[in-house]
């Protein structure tokens, strides 16, 4: 789970997403920005599960499972769309090497912000279920099997550029 995203390949295919005018370029890198973002919330809304998982009594685990699972599917629908962005701008025109300075000049803190609090939610979420298998390792074996597979979505995005 330590390479949950590859951010740093999704960065650079953020930064350089092909499109045919600079609105629609600036859309795509906006919403890529967005997925990002929503990913490292969903992420957070995995780890904050878990952390109250270990706290809780029996009667109220089952229902912050369903939670944390829920938020893991959210989570692979973030896959999903980031897909369908990469999909969109790979069919368009790469910009000019000045269009594209300037794309970079422009987002590259965003984007660059966006993807340290996703790795920073990452690691967080990581250390929360190591935590928490400790007390109960079957208990999550279903979200850790969720999770591996939003792992493999945001894997395959990588591998594809």
Do not use: H
Not at 90 to 108: G, S
């Amino acid at each position: 789970m330590k390479k949950l995203f590859g951010f740093a390949s999704v960065l650079s295919m953020a930064m350089f997403l092909p499109g045919c005018g600079t609105d629609e370029r600036e859309q795509y890198i906006s919403t890529a920005l967005d997925q990002i973002n929503s990913a490292a919330t969903n992420m957070a809304a995995v780890k904050d599960n878990v952390v109250k998982w270990e706290k809780a009594k029996d009667n109220e685990k089952a229902k912050l499972l369903k939670n944390a699972k829920d938020s893991v599917d959210a989570l692979t629908k973030n896959a999903q769309n980031f897909q369908s962005i990469k999909g969109r701008a790979d069919k368009l025109e790469r910009p000019t090497p000045d269009e594209q300075k300037a794309l970079v000049d422009k987002y590259r803190d965003r984007l660059a912000s966006a993807i340290d609090n996703a790795n920073k939610e990452s690691m967080a979420l990581n250390e929360a279920i190591a935590r928490a298998e400790k007390k109960d390792k079957n208990s999550l074996a279903d979200l850790k099997v969720s999770l591996q597979k939003a792992q493999g979505d945001f894997e395959n995005l990588v591998k594809q550029r």
